[in-house]
């Protein structure tokens, strides 16, 4: 179990391992829900409206070479098969498949130049969540918890909301802690009575006799730490079975929802069974950050947005089962008080092309691809960049995967420049400013 819980540590339990929390500047949020959509949504169908594409629909591509995955796939250009309309008093242009979204247009910040290193998913998903495309390597909920800390020692700060029907592409590593310590990686949180593996205590060992074992487990521990002052990891595991013993009372209360009124049930579309799930755990992920959690993410099983064939049905699907609950999460923060100091993202690990893989699908695209931000004083009802006439290419105001790390890392009050680690000889850090180029994008803040 104490190994099991190694990453339930808090602040003060960090610097029981030897260190500190380092907030650098003054943060505009304190909390993070990502909404991860894994496999690669389709920017100029959701996103991104280009009229040529509906123009050039299964003709040649006109616009030069194109960077395919599956070349002998490829085949002429696709148009966008659902309608765009203009949402919001900002005017912001989405598809007909995201309404909900459409109705808090006004709140977010869509990003439509965004750009990645890789084509790859696997490489992909490591530089968005990791910075970099080798395995191995710190999430960003990890470097977020080690340069803040936590607000709530009775609960991790770094939750991981997984979808009940599986893992998704890259497994754990998603939210892996890298070289940083164990005790900076997500927690995995599943559906059910137990949604902590080996938090429970059997229901044979009686509360005071478990009390006892952990008090002489904290004794031997001490006296062993006492001989080897400079095994910081020790000391670390030391507080891990208090927090645990802790969490045992506060993870089930973060996660029943029995409380909740039926509007704010409603509003998620938790009486609907295609959305029932991800708005579960939509609503959790606010009981969370309203707890004091810092990072949480929610996954879907697999990489169901790597839309290869059926391109148009797959997303009518998927915008089903996501768009509701994702927007009334930030409804509902906003109602709360919670949006100005909680970010939500809502993205993928790269984008899509504009002509056809097959009959109907669409190939891998790291040139462009679309994002979405609300809260934590991001500019609400704002457009950034510009793709091509096809939506290929990111042309006008790009943002690269590092260069939006570096900005949320700023919004939270850390300088994306100075939040490093030593690691391998070098100070290792998410953005590696000095190999990236990894910059600020102010225009993208209120």
Known sequence: GGVALA????????????????????????????LFQHGGPSQMDLFDYKPELNRWSGKPYPGGDLEVHFDKQA?????????????????MELSELLPHTGAIADEITLVRSMTTGSVDHESALRIIHTGRFLAGLPTLGS???????SENENLPAYVVLADPDGLPVDGERNWSSGFLP????????RGGENPVFHLRTPATVPAAAR?????????LNRQHAALHPENTELSARIAQFETAARMQGAVPEALDLSGESPATRRLYGLDDPVTADYGRRCLIARRLVERGVRFVQLFLNGQPWDTHDKNAERLKGL???TDRPSAALVRDLKSRGLLDSTVVLWTGEFGRLPISQGKDGRDHNRHAFSLWVAGGGFRAGHVHGATDDFGYRAVHDPVSVHDFHATLLHQLGLDHDRLRFPHEGREASLTDPEVTGARLVPALLA
């Open 211 to 219: 009390r006892n074992q952990l008090d002489l487990l904290a004794q």
């Open 319 to 321: 915008c089903a089962r």
């Open 143 to 149: 470097w977020l918890l080690y340069g803040l800390g």
């Open 7 to 34: 990453h339930l540590l808090g602040s003060a339990q960090a610097r029981a391992a030897g260190v500190a929390p380092v907030p650098q500047l003054r943060p505009q949020a304190r909390a993070v829900i990502s």
């Open 75 to 91: 085949g002429n250009v696709l148009g966008a098969p659902y309608e765009f309309h203009r949402r919001g008093q900002c005017g």
């Open 182 to 189: 164990a005790v900076y990686q997500g927690t995995p949180f």
